[in-house]
């Protein structure tokens, strides 16, 4: 029971979706000053809030769409979509969440083992932050209530790991973001509960700009836990994201990201587009964990990465990308190396099925002043269909000769005599490929938490089920 609770929580079969029955409040209109007004009422935004959104306009015509890509990213019309979407107060969000989303909240086990924050479409509709927290210091919140509560801090860190000019997605998330999670770790505390937060977008032409700040202080540890759905329609959705991380001196931060929006159907229709930048610090002896699974969205622009800026920091990217019919990944990671003694691995799994396409980008960085540093990337490839297509491009700028950087890739194909002689023992030809793709991939998805560890063969099976319908 606790299992089927679980996985109802992930949303995992798009068949049972729910359509909205509740009514919503809802923004519409171009990137403009007007705009920004208009969501500051219903936000209540700080001043420095307001100010930091409007700087962030100005530059939006100097910086341009990134046309570096393989492929055309589809026409998006920014004056013609829903920028904010919150419940109204008179509905029964508690008894909505359980009759819709089939999730009791109080017997949930990954309730038990986590601090979960719900975010549908541009608000937090529910919290379960553990008393104890306040105790302690740790502070796990909506990133707008903490803006209210300790405008200070966020007046301190917002902006400085990911600026308003860093790209195109960025700055338009930096113009208009409605809401996100928060956590601050003080000093000298482990943090033995996973923080988690669920995001889903629910309503229809919507586009989701949520933005994530993670402050991990010296000597302090955290697990975050990361989860996307979205529901299915007819017409694409938007999702562009920033996620900072700040990791000071001997801290440690793992996070995990499991990511299922709706991919759209077996000819492209739907699905949703994700735009994210990812990317933490590491000050010194400080270590960052990238743990992350695409499964999800049409098309996916995603690259976390870490610059380590002080001496023997370390970062880690654990990376699986498995897509299908007309889907479109372009992912990888970027590790900076400023510090001495500094050490990065990469580790990326891709399957590729149908007519998808899988890139992997990754850009290894290493400063003239990165003293006796290191990096190891592994880049690995499963192609299945005859249409098919992976390609890896990884950049390695070395500019210290103390320093080392190896590079390993290959790709395969899922061979025809591994199914014959598994479907001889009995297997189905679902179960035959769904038990090759996780052999393949079994040394990052055992890195997941249990609550993670046990979707994935799942997942994995029901994508491959559905490919085979078409």
């Given at each position: 029971m606790k299992?089927?609770?679980l996985?109802?929580?992930?949303n995992?079969n798009?068949?049972?979706q729910?359509k909205?029955?509740i ?9 403009n000053k007007y ?5 500051s009422?219903n936000?209540?935004?700080y001043?420095?809030?307001y100010?930091?959104k409007?700087?962030s ?7 341009k769409?990134?046309?570096?890509s393989?492929f ?6 920014y004056?013609?979509?829903?920028y ?5 107060k008179n509905?029964?969000l508690?008894?909505y969440?359980?009759?819709n ?6 017997n949930?086990?990954i309730?038990?083992?986590?601090s ?5 479409d541009s ?13 302690i210091?740790i502070?796990?919140?909506p990133?707008?209530d ?10 301190k ?8 000019k860093d790209n ?6 930096s113009?208009?973001?409605s809401e ?7 000093k000298?505390v482990k943090c033995?509960?996973?923080l988690s ?6 309503s229809?032409?919507?586009a989701q700009?949520?933005?994530?700040l993670?402050i991990?202080s010296?000597?302090?540890?955290v ?6 759905t979205?529901?299915m329609y007819?017409?694409?959705?938007l999702?562009?994201?920033?996620v900072?991380i700040?990791?000071?001196?001997y801290?440690?931060v ?16 739907g699905?949703l587009y994700?735009?994210?930048t990812?990317r933490?610090?590491?000050l ?5 964990d ?7 969205s049409?098309?996916?622009w995603?690259y976390?990465?870490?610059v380590?800026?002080?001496?023997f920091?370390?970062s880690?990217?654990y990376s699986i990308s498995f897509?299908?019919?007309m889907?479109?990944?372009d ?8 510090g001495?003694y500094t050490?990065?691995y990469?580790?990326s799994?891709?399957?590729s099925?149908?007519?998808s396409l899988?890139i992997f980008?990754?850009?290894v960085y290493i400063?003239?002043s990165?003293y006796?540093?290191?990096?190891y990337t ?5 192609i299945?269909g005859?249409?098919s297509?992976?390609?890896t491009?990884p950049?390695?700028?070395n500019?210290?000769?103390?320093s080392?950087c190896?590079?390993?890739a290959?790709i ?8 014959f002689?598994?479907m ?5 030809i679902?179960d035959a490929?769904?038990l ?5 991939c ?5 890195k997941?938490?249990?609550?993670f560890?046990?979707e994935?063969?799942?997942?994995f099976?029901?994508?491959?089920k559905?490919m085979?319908?078409?």
């Amino acid at each position: 029971m606790k299992l089927k609770l679980l996985l109802n929580l992930y949303n995992l079969n798009y068949k049972n979706q729910y359509k909205n029955k509740i009514n919503f409040y809802l923004i519409r209109n171009g990137l403009n000053k007007y705009l920004i007004k208009k969501l500051s009422c219903n936000l209540f935004l700080y001043v420095f809030i307001y100010k930091f959104k409007l700087y962030s306009l100005k530059i939006l015509n100097i910086l341009k769409f990134p046309d570096w890509s393989f492929f055309d990213c589809p026409y998006i019309n920014y004056d013609n979509i829903i920028y904010y979407s919150s419940i109204l107060k008179n509905n029964n969000l508690i008894k909505y969440l359980k009759t819709n989303l089939h999730i009791n909240f109080l017997n949930s086990i990954i309730i038990k083992t986590n601090s979960v924050d719900v975010i549908f479409d541009s608000i937090s509709v529910l919290h379960t932050t553990q008393y104890f927290f306040k105790k302690i210091g740790i502070i796990f919140l909506p990133l707008f209530d903490v803006i209210f509560k300790y405008p200070i801090l966020i007046k301190k860190y917002l902006g400085t790991v990911v600026s308003y000019k860093d790209n195109f997605f960025a700055n338009i998330n930096s113009i208009i973001f409605s809401e996100g999670s928060f956590c601050y770790i003080p000093k000298y505390v482990k943090c033995n509960l996973n923080l988690s937060t669920y995001f889903k977008t629910t309503s229809y032409d919507f586009a989701q700009f949520e933005r994530t700040l993670l402050i991990i202080s010296e000597y302090s540890q955290v697990t975050y836990l990361e989860g996307c759905t979205a529901l299915m329609y007819k017409e694409s959705q938007l999702h562009v994201a920033i996620v900072e991380i700040i990791v000071k001196n001997y801290g440690y931060v793992k996070y995990y990201t499991l990511q299922n929006w709706y991919k759209g159907d077996y000819l492209g229709n739907g699905g949703l587009y994700n735009f994210t930048t990812k990317r933490g610090i590491c000050l010194n002896n400080a270590k960052l964990d990238w743990i992350q699974i695409e499964l999800g969205s049409i098309i996916t622009w995603k690259y976390p990465s870490t610059v380590l800026k002080g001496n023997f920091s370390i970062s880690n990217f654990y990376s699986i990308s498995f897509i299908s019919n007309m889907q479109i990944a372009d992912t990888g990671s970027k590790m900076y190396h400023i510090g001495s003694y500094t050490k990065s691995y990469i580790f990326s799994k891709s399957i590729s099925l149908n007519n998808s396409l899988n890139i992997f980008r990754g850009l290894v960085y290493i400063k003239p002043s990165s003293y006796k540093s290191y990096n190891y990337t592994e880049c690995n490839s499963l192609i299945f269909g005859n249409n098919s297509m992976t390609i890896t491009i990884p950049y390695i700028k070395n500019y210290n000769f103390t320093s080392v950087c190896k590079q390993e890739a290959f790709i395969s194909k899922i061979e025809i005599m591994y199914l014959f002689l598994l479907m001889q023992r009995g297997l189905s030809i679902f179960d035959a490929i769904s038990l090759l793709i996780v052999g393949f991939c079994s040394e990052i998805y055992n890195k997941l938490p249990f609550e993670f560890n046990l979707e994935i063969p799942l997942l994995f099976l029901l994508k491959i089920k559905d490919m085979f319908k078409y």
